[in-house]
């Protein structure tokens, strides 16, 4: 063996000096140091930053964390994210060199988090698997499938008449205190039982809404399949501004494991409001009252990450329920156009229906639902139509009616037919109906079952029939789960069922109740209102003639 070199023994020894010295001695490397200009409510101006990007992470004094926003030449527009009243003029800013991410996981689930990951509830910090960035592209439209699965509400009158289906987009829209939240609520907690995630984002919330909502969800066992994310009214603006996109994010993780995933948000309007806030602070022009130019991109690249995956990437789903709060019934103002144009299609909760006290104060004729049709149950469908087209009918002769005008026997059978069938989209809140119960409820009213009963007995008569859905036979219940059609048998069957469990309505009190083979011509004569006197002008008309 030849003998080592004396510049393979140099290189030996200076490789051996690097490593202790890497051992030993602490490695420095460099860090970009800015300093605060100017801080207002919710933002600072920061220079000295040359190498910033757009949403980048900046760290201010006292673990405050903002976003670069504007990234101008001579300074940067920050957007706050915390308790920003300690920082001054002159204080460092450094660079975290990436952009704004979330913690995902399945630590997450029945946890009550900040847009930025860190626990609300007490329960300890969140140990999670990984972090995403809060701003994601969507999936591309090869990557989509159709939507073909329903996401049951519980609520007889969207799954009846405005169905949903899972990877839809559907706006919630109404004035204040109509029961848009409650809407929401009833849907997260008929997904027990229904393999589905759900994550609440309050935006800009009071604190005791906020803690209405918790309470609910924990007393109807519901966070064991939840997880909440919460920005207070009086949170930095810009938290609330990145609370959807870090909500949608964790969402997205589950959805890219194949789950499928439901996603309140509560409310957009906030949401729109603090983006107008910042941009106004940071100077950037305004446009149509005073929101920024890009505020529909704002939410047009939010909702479009909601979608259903294909079976090769997954099969999961991110169906999205943005909820918009509107003023004096105006639906065709600015923000509320621009959600309408975007989702698939809008629930429009009527103050004058909540007044009345039918509840959920849905408006079936201003509502729509562009896509749940298609992934609607077969058996929805076989009776979705009629009833939706018997309830417009009742709308429009109630309206004709309230004149004051004499009305033949046709025009007051489908005014009271009506009566029956709002009385029977009435639901309480928190109490989900099973697809079986409104199956039974809807072929009732089809059949015109309930038309008999008297007004004041609809609920105690809706009742019984729930009870009485129970006796379905298993095989047309395993139909109905499935979502395969009904045939004519079945449907007989289910009729047969809800007729019995409502003959006992059909008779007046203190009277006995007739066979159900024998006509109650009584019943009816008692229940039908007097038929019209329009006829008898004529016959006087003709013998004077």
């Not at 003023?327 to 600015?334: F, G, K």
């Not at 029939?465 to 036979?473: F, V, Y």
Request: aromatic share 6%; charged share 25%.
């Amino acid at each position: 063996m030849e003998p080592e070199s004396l510049q393979n023994v140099f290189d030996r020894a200076l490789t051996g000096i690097s490593q202790v010295r890497d051992a030993f001695v602490p490695q420095l490397r460099p860090r970009e140091i800015g300093t605060i200009t100017s801080i207002a409510t919710g933002i600072a101006k920061v220079s000295g930053l040359p190498g910033v990007g757009f949403e980048e992470v900046l760290r201010f004094a006292g673990d405050v964390y903002g976003i670069a926003f504007n990234v101008d030449e001579d300074e940067i527009g920050v957007v706050l994210l915390g308790d920003y009243w300690q920082l001054h003029t002159g204080d460092e800013v450094e660079r975290r060199e990436h952009v704004m991410d979330v913690p995902v996981g399945s630590a997450l689930i029945g946890r009550i988090i900040n847009p930025l990951g860190r626990p609300l509830d007490g329960k300890g910090p969140v140990v999670t698997s990984g972090r995403l960035p809060i701003e994601r592209t969507a999936p591309p439209i090869m990557d989509r499938a159709p939507v073909t699965v329903p996401l049951q509400t519980g609520i007889k009158v969207i799954d009846a008449l405005i169905p949903i289906g899972r990877g839809q987009r559907e706006l919630i829209v109404g004035d204040r205190q109509t029961g848009k939240t409650t809407i929401a609520l009833d849907t997260i907690l008929n997904q027990r039982d229904q393999n589905v995630l759900c994550v609440y984002c309050a935006i800009g919330q009071r604190a005791s809404g906020v803690a209405k909502v918790i309470s609910t969800l924990r007393e109807q066992g519901a966070m064991d399949y939840t997880i909440v994310v919460v920005t207070e009214g009086n949170d930095p603006p810009g938290l609330a501004y990145i609370a959807p996109y870090a909500a949608t994010s964790i969402a997205e993780h589950f959805m890219s494991q194949g789950r499928d995933v439901l996603i309140v948000y509560d409310d957009l309007t906030h949401h729109a409001r603090a983006y107008r806030e910042l941009s106004l602070l940071l100077r950037r022009p305004p446009g149509r009252e005073a929101f920024p130019g890009d505020i529909f991109y704002l939410h047009a690249r939010l909702l479009e990450r909601a979608t259903h995956l294909r079976p090769e990437l997954g099969g999961g789903s991110l169906t999205a329920l943005p909820i918009i709060e509107t003023e004096a019934q105006d639906i065709s103002a600015y923000i509320p156009t621009n959600l309408i144009s975007i989702t698939d299609g809008q629930i429009y909760l009527s103050p004058s229906l909540f007044e009345l006290g039918v509840l959920p104060a849905v408006d079936v004729g201003k509502s729509v639902s562009r896509v749940g049709g298609k992934a609607q149950r077969a058996a929805y469908r076989a009776v979705a139509g009629d009833l939706k087209l018997a309830y417009a009918q009742f709308e429009e002769l109630e309206t004709f009616a309230r004149f004051g005008a004499r009305l033949d026997e046709d025009t007051r059978t489908i005014i009271e037919h009506g009566r029956r069938i709002r009385a029977c989209l009435k639901q309480p809140e928190f109490s989900p109906v099973s697809v079986a119960a409104q199956i039974a409820v809807l072929l009732a009213l089809t059949a015109k079952l309930f038309d008999p009963v008297p007004i004041d007995q609809m609920t105690d008569a809706e009742h019984a029939l729930h009870e009485a859905a129970a006796n379905i036979p298993a095989e047309v219940s395993v139909r109905i789960d499935t979502g395969e059609k009904l045939s004519d048998k079945d449907r007989d069957t289910i009729i047969e069922i809800a007729r019995r469990s409502l003959v006992r309505f059909q008779a007046q009190p203190g009277s006995k109740p007739e066979p159900k083979d024998k006509p109650t011509s009584d019943v009816h004569a008692k229940t039908k209102p007097e038929p019209a006197a329009i006829p008898k002008p004529k016959a006087e008309a003709e013998e004077k003639s």
